[in-house]
């Protein structure tokens, strides 16, 4: 049972409700996000409607504001705009699902105000109007807004795409758009594209830049943006209408034998049933060799083998891409697909050839991703001497893995890091290379026996003889 202390409702509402109020009138003090939600949640005894003019009042203030959004401002905004969002989507479309999506549109539409004004580097705030733009098309269904009004501001939205906050807007309001809307908005895009722009006098162009082929032009700018604009968007309406042979006649034929085009266009032609179109696009490729195209193409080609009943073709092609990127997914492909008891042989032809396999980093990658512990274990200890120390995004995890059990592995894999650190003079790296030395002091009270590896003593005495005038490192390391 929970203690009365415990922070939680029931214990919360013994307080009492006069003396609840109080207290959130405490807490809000000094905290303008905690007051607006307080006003809010009052709004709400009154009707979605006064909820709703609260929401449209706090969207014209973040529109109006100037002050720049720094890294350290950036989390508190994000805060205040889902909750604005969040209260659209989930207390005032139930009620009123036409305001809901002229509340949903204000709130997209801050989004190039707000950017200009900020430092979204991670994409946080991003994130909020893309999943803006995915609340749009569901109210937009609900409030059966007219398929033409709804096409002309999708379409008018992604003409204004400065930042992106309206990449697959078409995707989200298909279902609300239907065929006729699609339809209008797919013949606005058309009619945009034939649109000719008058280009200004050589004298009167504004240059912006320099490439190794001369001058950027601002106007030779827009129109890529232009035409790379109206490109996507109707590939996202040839999608949404299914129509496979739409969407390929937006892929210049130059962009059709670039690998992950040609995926792209085979997975739909897989989908529509036409597989030999796909595995026809997937070898038209350029490329000087299977295993130097993304994995994402050699998927599609054994999907399209295996649409074609070319089952032995596809396995075999699943093996040979393993062999050539030792990629556990297909590896796990390949498995799945075998019968009983042959799995296990396949596994153990699988486990031998990463063992032997000529970078030893990529071998003991594959273990980790596996993943398999003892076979980790066992090519650390076999090729000690090609573990590349600097790797540290996978000596690391591996030191992790192997500690519990194979205690003698992980210390080779965290003296490897120690060794390349200290040999480089890498400064930047000694706090971590001494918490390394500090985990294999620790590791050696469970190796019974070090075999060929220098024992813990042994090895601290050659780091203490090459090293020794490395006061930083052994500072930290004391």
Not at 227 to 240: K, N, P, S
Not at 333 to 345: H, N, S
Request: with cysteine; charged share 25%; net charge negative.
């Amino acid at each position: 049972m929970a203690a009365k202390t415990t922070l939680n409702a029931k214990n919360l509402e013994a307080l009492g409700v006069q003396r609840l109020a109080e207290l959130l009138i405490e807490l809000s003090i000094g905290s303008a996000a905690h007051q607006r939600r307080l006003r809010m949640e009052l709004a709400g005894n009154h009707g979605s409607a006064e909820v709703a003019r609260e929401v449209r009042k706090r969207l014209s203030s973040i529109a109006r504001a100037k002050t720049f959004i720094d890294w350290r401002k950036v989390k508190a905004t994000k805060t205040d705009l889902e909750t604005q969002r969040k209260i659209i989507v989930e207390t005032i479309a139930s009620h009123d699902p036409v305001e809901a999506f002229d509340l949903i549109w204000q709130f997209l539409a801050i989004a190039d105000r707000l950017f200009e004004r900020s430092d979204d580097g991670n994409g946080s705030l991003m994130q909020s109007f893309h999943q803006a733009g995915i609340d749009a098309g569901n109210i937009a269904k609900s409030a059966k807004i007219d398929a033409d009004v709804l096409a002309e501001k999708a379409f008018r939205a992604i003409q204004r795409n400065g930042y992106g906050q309206f990449d697959r807007l078409i995707t989200a309001m298909a279902p609300a758009l239907g065929h006729k809307g699609l339809e209008h908005v797919k013949g606005l895009f058309v009619d945009w594209s034939k649109e000719a722009r008058e280009k200004p006098a050589q004298n009167d162009r504004q240059i912006i830049g320099w490439s190794s082929a001369g001058a950027i032009y601002e106007d030779d700018v827009y129109e890529n943006h232009k035409d790379l604009t109206i490109r996507i968007a109707l590939q996202e309406i040839a999608d949404a209408q299914n129509d496979v042979d739409a969407y390929i006649a937006q892929q210049p034929e130059k962009t059709r034998s670039a690998p992950m085009v040609a995926a792209d266009i085979a997975n739909r032609l897989i989908s529509a049933g036409r597989a030999e179109e796909a595995l026809a696009a997937l070898d038209n490729v350029e490329a000087t060799g299977w295993e130097n195209v993304p994995f994402e193409w050699q998927l599609a080609r054994t999907a399209a083998l295996e649409a074609l009943a070319r089952n032995d073709e596809a396995q075999a092609f699943r093996w040979m891409c393993f062999e050539q990127s030792l990629n556990e997914e297909h590896l796990r492909a390949y498995v799945r697909r075998l019968p009983d008891f042959d799995d296990i042989e396949a596994e153990e032809r699988a486990f031998a050839f990463a063992q032997a396999f000529p970078d030893a980093n990529r071998g003991l990658n594959f273990f980790l991703r596996w993943p398999s512990p003892a076979q980790a274990a066992k090519l650390v200890i076999n090729r000690s001497g090609e573990l590349d120390g600097d790797y540290y995004e996978l000596m690391t995890p591996a030191a992790e893995m192997l500690s519990t059990k194979y205690p003698l592995a992980a210390t080779i894999a965290l003296r490897a890091m120690i060794d390349f650190t200290l040999e480089s003079g890498r400064s930047s790296r000694y706090k971590h290379a001494a918490r390394h030395l500090a985990e294999c002091k620790s590791l050696a009270n469970q190796i019974e026996d070090f075999g060929k590896v220098r024992a813990h003593q042994d090895y601290l005495a050659d780091l203490q003889r090459k090293h020794g005038r490395k006061s930083g490192f052994w500072g930290l390391a004391s």
